[in-house]
């Protein structure tokens, strides 16, 4: 198969089958694209070096997540941003020194870029456009950046999605009003109700530009800066498509790309036959070099063929399972102390190592290069890493669980009239003392209750001489809370408030906005998440969390609280499937290695599909403990000796693993809190009560 003549799609498509044509088609791939992400890594940083590693690892994420489906859509824009996304990475590690200034001081402004895909700005909220541009079929999206942003030539955009130069024309025409009524669509759904009595003035205004309508509408559109950008917007989209587009998709840098690629040419270069473009291996090279073994290094020009780039020494990269090299190869290279259990590679090189480093994995000679394989989906053996030796097993969690796809456009009206529902319940009698599942006992000093605690809770009183409608003493819990989201309330920009008055709101993303349930929780359909700007736990001394929700699914984990470290969750409050439990995870260290040991509480009961459960999770510093409570019962105490900081976002829905979207929430989330303290059992106790 000529895999010069097949679209992006069929060549992800392939690389996503493995087989004998996944490094033809990912080589081919790479000639089309991996030049423009090279050029706009080497702006985001001082030293060609760098640039050659920002660029192979925005590359290789972009990659693998086409490839295990978790994102969908035009592949440049999103290898693009993935520069942003691990650009991001970078600028929370050692590697910041060898960002762009300019870059590094526009992270730290607007927050980290997350997860790499083709319109986010990760917790910095995306625009409009951003989102209507996500929503496009692919094809759209194609010919809106390589026509309208990057200026190239309709036969050569046309060859990215096997269509003719005549179709191109067509289509982009057609792409221009996708994207207008897919960004009059959000509009809409976004409003609140004085901006719907303007709707239809701020369409035709957009459109016109009447004299008539801006005395109407003047008024409205200086009170309401969202209609006012939506009258600006909409104008661009007729008129200036491209360079809209290109701000929305790469909020850094994203003009001064477009015109780059309309001077240089990037998809000219790279689509036509023989160009040798480089990219992360030799070109020419259709496949590996090394049968035997699922994983192979590929010889490179020194440099990536970069003028004065020295070569670097870089580990191969995992080919995908059931994918057999070409036949004809010399033997394998990758030392068999690489394979963990089971004969699989154990994955390519840790994010934020530069290319002058050594990345050696044996064998190789200077000037070894390395090819951004991706693995096609599949599971990986997770070694759960428990101090207890009779919980120590190998499962296979599922890998790849959907990143937030194709790039957090909101839909749905969530400007709910009306008051929030109360979730206060009825006094609900005391619960029975509780019986630890595990052999393990926890001790009083680790259960006691706080001095608030009622002494006579759960036993027998006297009637009182009159009814009493105040509930039964129980422990002041919540009013310290460092944050409370009870997802009574999300307004129109996708924002939910801190109803502990710490001004902690949080941000909805996803696809399509998480739902409203009924009674103030939110649905969520594992590619949603509501984010914090900034960590709102200290992980390095003690904390709590607690959250009620309801599993749609029990066949897959998924995590219901987390905070981001720079690799990946500090702590994880979730659902392990391979268990069929509950977990309080926190890990030993940050590191991206889903296999890293970390403490763990679980839970001795078995969570069922379509029943909601409370939670707290709470790591007690002091006593060197975490322990998981599930609806106020203590399920398991256990020891930890190190912690660490993580200064990421707080998430609620979803985890982080390799800077990248893990083990999403499908289901509903209600009454999430976190504390700068341990709670004891009492007050874990209250919060489930308080929360039914």
Same mark, same amino acid.
């Given at each position: ?40 890594? *080497? ?39 993935? %520069? ?58 194609? %010919?809106?950046?390589?026509?309208? #942003? ?19 024309? %067509? ?32 369409? *035709? ?31 661009? #989209? ?62 490179? #020009? ?34 068999? *102390? ?355």
């Amino acid at each position: 198969m000529d895999c010069v003549r097949l679209s992006d799609a069929e060549l992800l498509a392939l690389v996503q089958q493995g087989g004998e044509l996944y490094f033809p088609a990912l080589h081919e791939l790479e000639q089309r694209h991996f030049r423009a992400v090279r050029t706009f890594a *080497a702006a985001g940083t001082v030293r060609p070096a760098a640039a050659d590693e920002l660029a192979y690892q925005s590359w290789q994420a972009a990659l693998r997540q086409h490839a295990n489906g978790s994102v969908s859509g035009a592949l440049r824009p999103c290898a693009l941003s993935s %520069v942003l996304s691990t650009a991001s990475v970078w600028a929370r590690g050692q590697e910041r020194s060898v960002l762009n200034r300019e870059l590094a001081a526009w992270i730290e402004t607007n927050g980290p870029v997350m997860l790499g895909n083709t319109a986010t700005a990760g917790f910095r909220r995306p625009s409009l456009v951003a989102r209507a541009f996500a929503v496009l079929p692919c094809r759209s999206q194609t %010919v809106l950046w390589h026509g309208a #942003v990057e200026r190239d030539d309709s036969g050569l955009t046309g060859r990215l999605i096997s269509m003719g130069p005549g179709d191109v024309s %067509v289509l982009t025409g057609h792409a221009q009003s996708e994207l207008h009524n897919a960004y009059v669509h959000l509009l809409r759904n976004g409003m609140d109700h004085e901006c719907r009595l303007f709707h239809h003035l701020v369409l *035709a205004y957009a459109d016109a530009r009447s004299l008539d309508i801006a005395m109407d509408l003047a008024p409205h559109l200086e009170r309401c800066p969202r209609c006012s950008q939506a009258v600006a917007d909409l104008g661009r #989209v007729r008129h200036d498509c491209g360079a809209l587009v290109a701000q929305a998709l790469l909020p850094w840098g994203g003009l001064e790309h477009a015109a780059r690629a309309a001077n240089e040419g990037f998809t000219q270069e790279t689509v036509m036959s023989g160009s040798g473009v480089p990219g992360p291996h030799t070109p020419g090279v259709p496949g590996p070099d090394a049968p035997g073994v699922p994983g192979w290094d590929i010889p490179a #020009v020194p440099g990536w063929d970069m003028p004065g780039v020295p070569g670097s020494e870089m580990p191969a990269m995992p080919s995908p399972p059931g994918m057999g090299p070409p036949a004809g190869l010399p033997p394998a290279r990758l030392p068999a *102390a690489a394979l963990p259990a089971g004969g699989r590679p154990s994955g390519g090189p840790a994010p934020g190592r530069l290319a002058g480093e050594s990345h050696r994995t044996g064998g190789s000679s200077a000037g070894r290069g390395r090819h951004a394989a991706v693995g096609a989906g599949g599971t990986r053996g997770r070694a759960k890493g428990r101090r207890r030796a009779d919980l120590v097993v190998r499962g296979s969690a599922v890998a790849g669980v959907c990143a937030v796809a194709a790039a957090f456009a909101f839909a749905g009206d969530f400007n709910n009239g009306g008051e929030p529902q109360s979730k206060e319940s009825a006094p609900a009698p005391a619960p029975p003392a509780e019986a630890t599942p595990s052999s393990k006992a926890p001790s009083p000093s680790r259960t006691k209750p706080t001095a608030s605690a009622s002494p006579t809770a759960g036993k027998t009183r006297p009637a009182p001489p009159k009814p009493s409608t105040k509930p039964p003493s129980e422990p002041s819990v919540g009013a310290d809370a460092t944050v409370e989201w009870l997802f009574n309330e999300v307004d129109g920009d996708g924002t939910t408030p801190d109803s502990s008055d710490n001004s902690k709101e949080g941000t909805l993303f996803g696809t399509s906005r998480p739902s409203p349930v009924k009674g103030g929780a939110l649905a969520f359909d594992g590619d949603q998440f509501v984010g914090s700007r900034g960590p709102l736990v200290d992980t390095s001394g003690s904390f709590s969390v607690s959250a009620r929700v309801k599993l749609d699914r029990t066949d897959v984990s998924q995590t219901v609280v987390s905070q981001d470290a720079s690799e990946s969750s500090g702590f994880m409050l979730q659902y392990d499937a391979d268990e069929s439990q509950w977990e309080m995870r926190i890990p030993e260290e940050d590191t991206d290695d889903e296999d890293a040991d970390a403490d763990e509480a679980v839970s001795g009961s078995r969570p069922r599909a379509g029943e909601w459960t409370h939670l707290t999770g709470v790591y007690d510093d002091a006593d060197d403990e975490v322990r998981l409570y599930v609806d106020g019962r203590l399920g398991e105490t256990v020891e930890r000796e190190d912690d660490f900081d993580s200064e990421g976002n707080f998430a609620v829905g979803r985890g982080l693993l390799d800077n990248e979207f893990f083990q999403g929430v499908d289901g509903a989330i209600d009454d999430v809190l976190a504390f700068g303290r341990p709670v004891s059992s009492a007050e874990a106790r209250a919060l489930a009560r308080k929360s039914r």
